[in-house]
């Protein structure tokens, strides 16, 4: 994959200004070429049949792909995630040393699939429970819909009055940023639409504890992936 390429001819300068710029989020329109794009789509057909729909009345409805499945069947969707080039410049971008999360992590690198009427989530924070930060990276693979990314920028910080963004979240773009820092949601996609994100998180700590563990995977468990990614995460556990 031509990470390294891609990264080198990206105008950091102006991406971090507008990073920092935002308290710590930017949208990047045109982050990979369609061909790559391509790439990854033959993997997000491989995986369908491994879709989880959920829906949590009030917050959330849609349908998403864990890690431990692209780890299985995802290929190019696992390599991008693990680009160390990808890495050097999300950390240079950040100003941290960020790691990939651990492999018993669900969340480390997932799809969401927006296609049905109604699809959306609601406002929220990526709260991290490991001890450090955790960096979210959202990559457009499919955008044939009317939904679209809603942030809030600010809300964390006194000295600003916050600004609300909408963002389109088209093929090959990105959107980076810190999960304890962006206030964000997805409008409600319409009937005959198709919206599919893939998202990547890192973070600058690997630890977290035994109870936020707990919490976090039946989280993920009932509210992502379905209750077979508690084992999934046991058997990975197993293996490292």
């Not at 031509?2 to 990206?10: F, N, R, Y």
């Not at 990526?126 to 809603?150: A, C, E, M, P």
């Amino acid at each position: 994959m031509e990470i390294a390429q891609i990264v080198k001819a990206l105008d950091f300068e102006r991406i971090s200004k507008e990073y920092w710029d935002q308290d710590e989020v930017v949208f990047v329109p045109q982050f990979l070429p369609s061909s790559l794009v391509s790439l990854l789509l033959k993997d997000v057909e491989n995986l369908k049949p491994k879709l989880n729909r959920n829906y949590i009345p009030g917050h959330k409805k849609g349908g998403s792909i864990s890690y431990f499945s692209i780890l299985e069947k995802g290929p190019s969707l696992f390599t991008l995630y693990r680009s160390v080039e990808f890495r050097n410049f999300l950390g240079r971008l950040v100003n941290a040393e960020v790691k990939l999360c651990p492999d018993n992590d669900p969340h480390a690198c997932a799809l969401y699939f927006y296609t049905e009427a109604g699809d959306h989530i609601g406002y929220h924070y990526d709260t991290s429970y490991y001890q450090g930060k955790r960096f979210t990276v959202l990559l457009g693979l499919i955008q044939n819909s009317s939904s679209r990314l809603l942030c809030r920028l600010h809300t964390k910080n006194s000295n600003r009055g916050s600004i609300d963004l909408e963002i389109d979240t088209t093929p090959g773009s990105v959107v980076i940023f810190n999960g304890d820092k962006l206030y964000h949601a997805v409008s409600p996609s319409q009937a005959g639409e198709e919206r599919v994100i893939l998202t990547m998180e890192y973070v600058t700590n690997q630890k977290m504890g035994s109870a936020k563990r707990l919490f976090s995977n039946l989280k993920d468990a009932f509210g992502y992936f379905g209750i077979k990614s508690l084992w999934q995460g046991l058997r990975q556990d197993r293996r490292s």
